[in-house]
């Protein structure tokens, strides 16, 4: 069946860099956009950045804009979060979606798979 599989949540510094990645099986990887969402405690989830099926058009919160960057290699089925200069505003559970969709990605629900997330904390 369809699942994600996150990876490289960690516990970094503040202003430190981290990157998430998320394996994809059971599904044609190529025809979906993928997004990461995350949550923190108490808090809605909330969409961080998206890539489109093909990987031409990308979107990102306001909150993470010239910070994080998203990125995919569909040979390799795989998506990236790369996530730079990170304040504890960052720490939550990441979460990596896929949603079927040839057009431009966008980081608002729904999203029809989803990973379990990993763990990113920052603190010093």
């Known amino acids: 069946q369809a699942q994600l599989v996150e990876s490289g949540g960690a516990l970094v510094q503040p202003g430190g860099s981290l990157k998430l990645s998320c394996v994809a099986s059971?599904?044609?990887?190529?025809?979906?956009?993928i997004a990461w969402f995350r949550q923190a405690p108490d808090k809605e989830r909330e969409g961080v950045s998206c890539?489109?099926?093909?990987?031409?058009?990308?979107s990102h919160a306001d909150s993470v804009k010239g910070r994080f960057t998203i990125s995919r290699d569909n040979a390799k089925k795989t998506a990236y979060l790369h996530m730079n200069n990170l304040g504890p505003e960052d720490a939550a559970v990441y979460y990596c979606?896929?949603?079927?969709?040839?057009?431009?990605?966008?980081?608002?629900?729904?999203?029809?798979?989803w990973g379990r997330g990993t763990q990113v904390t920052v603190s010093s």
């Open positions: 979606a896929a949603r079927f969709f040839l057009g431009d990605c966008t980081i608002q629900l729904p999203y029809d798979v």
């Open positions: 059971g599904f044609l990887f190529h025809t979906y956009n």
């Open positions: 890539i489109s099926s093909g990987g031409g058009h990308t």
